[in-house]
C-alpha cells in the first residue's frame, strides 16, 4: 500500500510527523510530546509561505 506522503525537496524529509511512535510507514519526524498548532505545521514541514495570486480563465466558446 502507497504512503502517498508528500516528500520535500529541499528539506529533504517527508511532510509528517507522529508523538512518540514510529508511524507504519516509518517516515517522518517522531517527537516526545503533543505540540501545538504551530509546532505541528514545523514538524511535519508544512511551514510554508502561501502567496494569493489573481486567477485568469479563459471562456472557451465551443
Same mark, same amino acid.
Given at each position: 500500500?502507497? *504512503? &502517498?506522503?508528500? $516528500? &520535500?525537496? /529541499?528539506?529533504?524529509? *517527508?511532510? $509528517?510527523? !507522529?508523538?512518540?511512535?514510529?508511524?507504519? *510507514?516509518? +517516515?517522518?519526524?517522531?517527537? @516526545? &510530546? #503533543?505540540?501545538? !498548532?504551530? @509546532?505541528?505545521? @514545523? $514538524?511535519?514541514?508544512? &511551514? #510554508? /509561505?502561501? @502567496?494569493?495570486?489573481?486567477? $485568469? /480563465? #479563459?471562456? +472557451?466558446?465551443?
Amino acid at each position: 500500500m502507497a *504512503h &502517498n506522503i508528500n $516528500f &520535500n525537496l /529541499t528539506t529533504g524529509k *517527508h511532510s $509528517f510527523f !507522529s508523538v512518540q511512535e514510529k508511524a507504519w *510507514h516509518g +517516515l517522518g519526524t517522531i517527537v @516526545e &510530546n #503533543y505540540p501545538t !498548532s504551530k @509546532e505541528a505545521i @514545523e $514538524f511535519a514541514g508544512l &511551514n #510554508y /509561505t502561501v @502567496e494569493k495570486r489573481q486567477l $485568469f /480563465t #479563459y471562456d +472557451l466558446l465551443i
